[in-house]
């Protein structure tokens, strides 16, 4: 089975600082990787997701951007964080009917 | 539209069983997926079913599906403390790489 390994836990950012969040997945090769945000431990939002190496879809306008360098990695950037992208950062991968999620980033904008 | 209904909380007593249920929108072939999430922690699959069937029992867990009324539900069995999370009903329709979430339902295992 698919294993997804996110870094780090967690995060303590300044407003206005750059944001680099990992996800790699071991287990299966071309899966479709997304990234999810989950404000307030409720619902989740689809921010991001990719079906191939260098392809990226976005679902909200916003401070991010996705990108996906190697087949099982995918990474989540800021040039300037807000304090609005505090919240809890799932990345998930999907191969087949199935996705799997990571444990998760917290990220806090202070 | 894309939208997955779920009630916001559950409580129930150790040993009974919990019925979470959920109403989705997509109404052509479609995997319906249960995840379950404790505190700090990512979400777990717990089991899925396609649109074409009506039931999948998994040990405790027993998934129905009402095509008609597009509601789906997750039944735990013989609840016990550690079933106490919040979970997640989503949907993707066939042929497609969305999955779109409820707002989870808060499930609360009272001793």
């Known amino acids: 089975s698919q294993t997804i390994h996110q870094w780090p836990a967690t995060l303590v950012q300044p407003v206005g600082s750059p944001l680099s969040l990992e996800c790699t997945v071991e287990?299966?090769?071309?899966?479709?990787l997304y990234w999810y945000r989950q404000a307030a431990g409720r619902g989740l939002q689809l921010l991001f997701y990719?079906?191939?190496?260098?392809?990226i879809s976005s679902e909200v306008p916003q401070n991010l951007s996705a990108s996906r360098p190697q087949d099982r990695q995918f990474i989540l950037s800021s040039k300037k964080l807000l304090l609005s992208d505090s919240g809890f950062y799932l990345c998930a991968s999907g191969t087949g009917a199935m996705a799997f999620f990571g444990q998760g980033t917290r990220l806090t904008v202070v | 539209g894309e939208d997955v209904e779920q009630s916001l909380f559950l409580s129930v007593r150790e040993g009974d069983s919990s019925v979470i249920n959920c109403t989705y929108t997509?109404?052509?072939?479609?995997?319906l997926y249960w995840y379950k999430q404790e505190p700090g922690a990512g979400l777990q699959l717990l089991t899925y079913i396609f649109s074409n069937m009506d039931m999948k029992q998994d040990q405790r867990l027993t998934v129905l599906l009402n095509k008609k009324d597009k509601h789906l539900s997750l039944r735990i069995a013989d609840t016990q403390t550690g079933d106490s999370a919040i979970y997640f009903c989503?949907?993707?329709?066939?042929?497609?790489?969305?999955?779109?979430f409820g707002t989870g339902t808060r499930l609360k295992v009272l001793a």
């Open positions: 997509d109404s052509s072939s479609t995997y």
């Open positions: 287990g299966t090769s071309n899966p479709n």
């Open positions: 990719s079906v191939g190496i260098g392809q």
């Open positions: 989503a949907e993707r329709a066939a042929g497609t790489y969305k999955y779109i």
